[in-house]
C-alpha cells in the first residue's frame, strides 16, 4: 500500500524559510519521479516542483523558481522541499506524490503571514 506522509510545514513570516519531508512506504522509492504539489483555499492543485527518479534533474513552477529547492535521498527513502524567501502567496497544503501512482498523503499546512 503506497502511503506518503508530509511533515515540516508551519506558520512563517514572509521572507522566510521551511524545509518539507516526505516519508514514503509502499513502493521502491528510487524506481519512480516525485513531485510536490499544492493547493491554496479556493484554488486548484498546482505542480510545484518535480525530481526524476535519480534526482538528476528537476523542474519548478515559475512562481518558485529560485526560492525552492526539491532534493530527495533514495537511500532514505525521503523527499524533501526548501522553501526560501517565502511569500504570502505561498501560503497552502504541501503535498508530495509519486508520479507512478494515484495516491496522495494529508499534507502539510504551511502559512506565509506577518
Known amino acids: 500500500q503506497v502511503q506518503l506522509v508530509e511533515s515540516g510545514g508551519g506558520l512563517v513570516q514572509p521572507g522566510g524559510s521551511l524545509r518539507l519531508s516526505c516519508a514514503i512506504s509502499g513502493f521502491t522509492f528510487s524506481f519512480y519521479a516525485m513531485s510536490w504539489h499544492r493547493q491554496a483555499p479556493g484554488k486548484e492543485r498546482e505542480l510545484v516542483a518535480r525530481?526524476?527518479?535519480?534526482?538528476?534533474?528537476?523542474n519548478y513552477a515559475d512562481s518558485v523558481k529560485g526560492r525552492f529547492t526539491i532534493s530527495r535521498d533514495n537511500a532514505k527513502k525521503a523527499l524533501h522541499l526548501q522553501m526560501n524567501n517565502l511569500k504570502p502567496e505561498d501560503t497552502a497544503v504541501y503535498y508530495c506524490?509519486?508520479?507512478?501512482?494515484?495516491?496522495w498523503g494529508r499534507g502539510t499546512q504551511v502559512t506565509v503571514s506577518s
Open positions: 506524490k509519486c508520479e507512478f501512482f494515484s495516491s
Open positions: 525530481i526524476t527518479r535519480a534526482g538528476d534533474s528537476t
